[in-house]
């Protein structure tokens, strides 16, 4: 790994994206919904931008922050566990979390286990595919112990004997429950997030990123919020409000020839049923709540 991108001015913005796996489908999904399209190789590897000068490298998530930091791809949709995996010594950066493919990365000790915190690790074996981040928590911890590192199958090592714990992505919890383990100490919080280099682009590339950035900001706030609307009587709009904390700047319009009002607003948290029978309660009538489709700041 170089710690100079090569600079060859370029036009297009490449983007590297998961292949297959969990992150590979969600991440073309969202920079479809950002206005992208494409057109496939006939390997499936690399899909031209049609709609924008935007293309897509499909490749293996461990090899994204490499890519990046190689300056074969511009930017990647990978994990962050992956990014900061890797991105030790590099000149990546995340720009930005894209809430999907949410996941923990965690120490888990066979379930019979008794745990006193991390100390219960020293002189342990642990087996990971993520090295770094692992011995970083040791060292954190000022805990000694040894650090397996597996490519794969991370989760039959304490059966297999080759470790006593591991350190692995959690999700579900449905991989370490089936080999009769349980998690103890998360390290890293994780999801899907766009990468790219800390330094700016110095050609076209820059306006065309700024532009996937601000469209990709638009689709994850539309995503994030609801628009709720409903009428009510004038008295009722305090204790409306107050359960609206999570509301953007809230419209309130006077209905005609009455003293009841109209109100919208933007809510960014959930418009769980609990919350509407609260709002209905508190003197809220003709409730709606409606997707947004876009937003542009
Ligand atoms: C991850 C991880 C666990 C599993 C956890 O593997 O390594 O095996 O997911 O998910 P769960 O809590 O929902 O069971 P992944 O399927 O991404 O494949 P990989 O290990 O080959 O990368
Ligand atoms: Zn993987």
Do not use: H
């Amino acid at each position: 790994m170089t710690s100079s991108a090569p600079q060859a001015v370029r036009e297009r913005l490449r983007i590297a994206v998961q292949k297959s796996g969990r992150l590979g489908d969600p991440a073309r999904a969202l920079l479809a919904a950002c206005g992208l399209a494409w057109s496939e190789s006939r390997d499936r590897l690399y899909c031209f931008g049609e709609t924008l000068p935007i293309d897509l490298l499909l490749v293996r998530d461990d090899d994204i922050p490499a890519l990046i930091a190689e300056g074969v791809c511009d930017l990647g949709i990978v994990g962050r566990n992956v990014l900061l995996e890797q991105s030790g010594a590099t000149t990546l950066r995340e720009w930005r979390p894209l809430g999907f493919g949410a996941c923990r990365l965690a120490v888990a000790i066979p379930e019979r286990w008794e745990w006193e915190g991390p100390r219960s690790l020293s002189g342990r074996r642990i087996a990971t595919s993520y090295p770094a981040l692992l011995s970083a928590w040791l060292a954190d911890n000022a805990v000694e112990a040894q650090v397996i590192t597996l490519s794969g199958s991370v989760e039959i090592a304490p059966r297999l004997g080759t470790a006593d714990a591991i350190c692995d992505l959690v999700s579900t919890g449905a991989t370490l429950e089936s080999n009769q383990l349980r998690a103890v100490e998360t390290i890293l919080e994780s999801e899907a997030v766009l990468a790219g280099p800390t330094a700016p682009f110095g050609d076209a590339r820059a306006a065309i990123a700024d532009l996937l950035v601000r469209r990709l900001d638009g689709v994850l706030r539309a995503r994030q919020s609801k628009l709720v609307m409903f009428q009510a009587e004038r008295g009722a709009l305090p204790a409306l409000l107050d359960l609206l904390p999570d509301a953007d700047a809230p419209t309130v319009a006077r209905m005609d020839g009455s003293d009841r009002l109209a109100l919208q607003a933007l809510c960014r948290g959930a418009m769980t049923w609990q919350r509407l029978e609260a709002l209905k309660c508190a003197g809220a009538d003709m409730l709606m709540v409606l997707p947004i489709e876009r937003t542009l700041a």
